[in-house]
């Protein structure tokens, strides 16, 4: 780390610390203002495990969860040995779109069926802008996603962590950053959603074919058979969607 990154390190300004109930969400969006007042640039470290912990209040398994979901957004990477550095610029503004879903309210399938009708424009067009758009570089990082999915879902029969790193991928073939900063959003709406109260590792595993097709859609520069192998996914989402809250 260059001798500029660490004058720009943990300290000033100061993190604050966490009281609030929704532990996971409100680091996200403190270490995500604290990086945007800092000055931090790609490249530069940031604070260790230990220094997060003692300084936010939270344990050990919050800011490790926080950290996967950067990770997944393409905002941070951990390297081995050395430490977690950041990848690109961000605040809590551009982290944060104001979505939530209840649970726990009876019209919870409604509120998701809403979110869909926004998913399919959004999702939809994401893939057929990558198709027109998506470098050589681009095809090579969807690919690589999509060959990881695969062989976690052969081998547990979901791949949900590994299925989002593939559409993110699409998501910034576009070259448009406002399509992964909405929808990444969305996605997060969905998987806290998915994990209670209907715990369903196999949600949506029916459309697991229609991913390699999308992807070759985009390869051979396709972009209505992309924006259609999209909607096929959606649709498969909708179906389990209504047989899981009957």
Known sequence: MSQSSQSRAPGKPSLARITVTDRTSAVAESLAEWIGRS????????PTERELMETLGVGRST???VIRQFQARGIVESRQGSGTYLLRAISSETIHVPLTIDPGTAVVRDKLMLTLEVRRGLEGEASAVAAVRATRKDIAKIEQALDIMERRHRAEGGAGDEDRRFHLAIYDATHNPLFRQLLEQMQDAFDSFFKE????PDFAHRSFRFHRELFDAIRDGDAALARQKTLDILAVVEDDIKEMSK
């Open 63 to 65: 800011v490790r969860e």
């Open 197 to 200: 109260p209907f715990d369903r």
């Open 39 to 46: 000055g931090l640039q790609p490249g530069d470290r940031l």
